[in-house]
């Protein structure tokens, strides 16, 4: 299974991106995914899951500003950024696992190559 990680750029502080993780087999029915960061010199730190019954979760600097949906019949998996703020620029990577533990671990079996978002003026 491949996991292609989408939509990332350049948007000012306050904007929004879309970021989409299209994977190539139906996998999301049966697996979390979830979306990772990591800014240069930092850990990478998980940002918002979602199981495969739809359940949702969120880091706590994205509660209210992010949000993360999935669609099954495209295989894809979304994660809507509003109000942007500097501090979430980084690398996203998106990752599904059947095991929820492993979501919350990033251990995932099946991870997206990363696409970069960059807040600044």
């Known amino acids: 299974v491949q996991l292609q990680a989408s939509g990332g750029g350049l948007v000012q502080p306050g904007g929004s991106l879309t970021l989409s993780c299209a994977a190539s087999?139906?996998?999301?029915?049966?697996?979390?995914v979830a979306w990772y960061r990591q800014a240069p010199g930092k850990q990478r730190e998980l940002v918002a899951a979602?199981?495969?019954?739809?359940?949702?979760m969120y880091e706590d600097s994205a509660k209210g500003r992010f949000t993360i949906s999935k669609d099954n019949a495209k295989n894809t998996v979304y994660l809507q950024m509003n109000n942007l703020k500097p501090e979430d620029t980084a690398v996203y990577y998106c990752?599904?696992?059947?095991?929820?533990?492993?979501?919350?671990?990033?251990?995932?079996?099946?991870w997206g190559q990363g696409t970069q978002v960059t807040v600044s003026s």
């Open positions: 979602i199981t495969s019954a739809g359940t949702t």
């Open positions: 087999r139906s996998i999301f029915r049966i697996n979390d």
């Open positions: 990752a599904a696992d059947a095991m929820w533990e492993e979501i919350l671990r990033g251990t995932a079996d099946y």
